[in-house]
C-alpha cells in the first residue's frame, strides 16, 4: 500500500513525506519532480509556455502511472486534487492523508522557502482557489493531519498509526 500526502503548499508534505519513507523503508515520489522529468522543464515554466490546462494533463499523465507502484510515500503538488481522476487513481492503492496547516503557519513556512513572489504575493494570487482546493482535499482524503503544531516526527507517528489502522 502506498501513502499519499495532499495539501496546501506549506502544510509539510515534503519534510513528512521524507521522513515517513525513511521511517517506513518505503521509496519516496514527488510528483513535481516525476512531472518535471517528463517535461524536462520544471511546472511553472512550462505551464507559462503551453498553458494551465496541459500542464494539467501531465500531471494526471504522471499520477496514472505512479498509482499503479506499491509500497511507496508520495509527495504530491498541491493542485492534484483539482482533477477527479488524479484521486481515483490514487485511491486504487494508496492511503490519502490531507495535510493542513492555519494561515499564519503557512505563511510563516513559506516565508523560509524560496518562492520567487514572496508568500504575501503568493497569498493574494490564490485566496481565490484555497476554499475549492480545500474543499477538494477533505473529500480526498482517507485522514486528515493539522501540522500547525506538529513536528514532522509527530506527523509521523500518526500517519503511521492510521496505516496501522488500515491494515487491522
Known sequence: MN?????????????????????????????????????????????KKHGLDKLREIESDVIEYVSDFDECVFDTGSSIVMRNENIINLKKNSLIVMLTADISTIKNRLKKSRMPSGPMAFFDKIKDTLYEHEARCKRAADYAID?????????????????????Q
Do not use: Q, V
Open 3 to 47: 501513502i499519499t500526502l495532499i495539501g496546501f503548499r506549506g502544510t509539510g508534505k515534503t519534510s513528512i513525506a521524507r521522513l515517513l519513507a525513511e521511517r517506513l523503508g518505503k521509496k519516496l515520489i514527488s510528483t513535481d519532480d516525476e512531472i518535471s522529468k517528463k517535461m524536462k522543464m520544471n511546472p511553472s515554466s512550462f505551464a
Open 147 to 167: 501540522t500547525s503544531r506538529l513536528n514532522p516526527e509527530e506527523a509521523c507517528d500518526l500517519i503511521t498509526h492510521y496505516l496501522l489502522m488500515e491494515m
